[in-house]
Structure formats: structure tokens, C-alpha cells
């Protein structure tokens, strides 16, 4: 095993790790966090890729801006780490069901050989101008669009949080 593979599956472990974090953890700043970590093994798996723009776009968007803005709704919502969660049965045998597929569905993909998909340099130039040109030019629109909904979700939250709105 080398260095390369030995980094795969040390970012995947830790993904599903902080994966089931996520939704075990009563405490929802801590869920946040750990989803955190959870973007920043998935930008290691982007680097392992060569696809050094996105892991940069996911370690900055994601776990950066959008995080940020996750915490601060939660922080405003006050949700008390106190309140019991209750676990539906349905919701429990679903939950297995769902995770039994997802094994199947893992031990179906490792039986088959595994190839190698080596490839020559990275080339930078290709990769920056294939993403951020289509994205300032034909999806200006709908990227602000999406700005101006976070904008107004973010509002709401404000109001909505609000003890007394007089």
C-alpha cells in the first residue's frame, strides 16, 4: 500500500466517522463542526484527485462561507442541546435498510480490480477557465439569485428568532 492509497482510506474512514457524527450528536454546533470536518476530508480526496480548484472551492465555500452561515442560524435559533430527540422505529428500520444497500452496494464495487488512473501533469490553466467562465458569464444570474435567497434566509431566521418584534 502506498502513500496514496494509505490517504484514501484515511480520508474516507474519517469522512464516514464524522459522517455519523453528524447525525448521532445531540448538540447541533457540534454537528456543524464535525460536518466541517467532514468538507475538509472530502477537499483531501479532491487534492488526492489532482482537482486542487475544487478542493480550494470546497474548503473555501463550504466549509468556510456556507458553515459560517449554518452556525449563525443556529446560534439564533437558541436550540437547546437539552432537548431528546426520539427515534422513530420507521425512521430506525429505514435508516438500517438504507445503510444495508450502501454495504451491498461497496462490497459489489470492491470486487471488481481495481485500475489505475494515471495521468499526466495537472494542467491549472484548462481547469480555471472551464469553471469560472460558464460561471461569470451564462451563470451570473442564477449564482446571485442564490446569493439573495441566502440573503433572505438569513433574515428570516433573524426575525423569526427575535424574542419581541415591536
Same mark, same amino acid.
Given at each position: 500500500?502506498?502513500?496514496?492509497?494509505?490517504?484514501?482510506?484515511?480520508?474516507?474512514?474519517?469522512? =464516514?466517522?464524522? *459522517?455519523? $457524527?453528524?447525525?448521532?450528536?445531540?448538540?447541533?454546533?457540534?454537528?456543524?463542526? &464535525?460536518?466541517?470536518?467532514?468538507?475538509?476530508?472530502?477537499?483531501?480526496?479532491?487534492?488526492? =484527485?489532482?482537482?486542487?480548484?475544487? %478542493?480550494?472551492?470546497?474548503?473555501?465555500?463550504?466549509?468556510?462561507?456556507?458553515?459560517?452561515?449554518?452556525?449563525?442560524?443556529?446560534?439564533?435559533?437558541?436550540?437547546?442541546?437539552?432537548?431528546?430527540?426520539?427515534?422513530?422505529?420507521?425512521?430506525?428500520?429505514?435508516? &438500517? *435498510?438504507? $445503510?444495508?444497500? &450502501?454495504?451491498?452496494?461497496?462490497?459489489?464495487?470492491?470486487?471488481?480490480?481495481?485500475?489505475? %488512473?494515471?495521468? *499526466?501533469?495537472?494542467?491549472?490553466?484548462? *481547469?480555471?477557465?472551464?469553471?469560472?467562465?460558464?460561471?461569470?458569464?451564462?451563470?451570473?444570474?442564477?449564482?446571485?439569485?442564490?446569493?439573495? =435567497?441566502?440573503?433572505?434566509?438569513?433574515?428570516?431566521?433573524?426575525? =423569526?428568532?427575535?424574542?419581541?418584534?415591536?
Amino acid at each position: 500500500m502506498n502513500v496514496h492509497d494509505a490517504l484514501f482510506w484515511t480520508f474516507s474512514i474519517a469522512m =464516514l466517522l464524522c *459522517g455519523v $457524527a453528524v447525525i448521532a450528536n445531540r448538540n447541533p454546533v457540534t454537528s456543524a463542526m &464535525f460536518l466541517v470536518l467532514l468538507l475538509v476530508c472530502m477537499a483531501g480526496l479532491f487534492v488526492l =484527485l489532482e482537482a486542487f480548484f475544487l %478542493a480550494a472551492i470546497q474548503v473555501l465555500v463550504y466549509a468556510g462561507a456556507v458553515m459560517v452561515l449554518f452556525l449563525f442560524v443556529i446560534m439564533l435559533l437558541d436550540i437547546k442541546a437539552a432537548t431528546k430527540r426520539r427515534i422513530r422505529s420507521v425512521a430506525a428500520v429505514g435508516g &438500517f *435498510g438504507i $445503510a444495508g444497500v &450502501f454495504a451491498w452496494e461497496l462490497w459489489t464495487i470492491l470486487q471488481e480490480p481495481v485500475v489505475s %488512473a494515471v495521468r *499526466g501533469p495537472a494542467d491549472f490553466g484548462s *481547469g480555471f477557465e472551464s469553471v469560472l467562465k460558464p460561471l461569470f458569464t451564462r451563470y451570473m444570474l442564477p449564482f446571485e439569485i442564490t446569493g439573495l =435567497l441566502l440573503l433572505v434566509a438569513m433574515i428570516g431566521v433573524v426575525l =423569526l428568532s427575535k424574542k419581541d418584534l415591536r
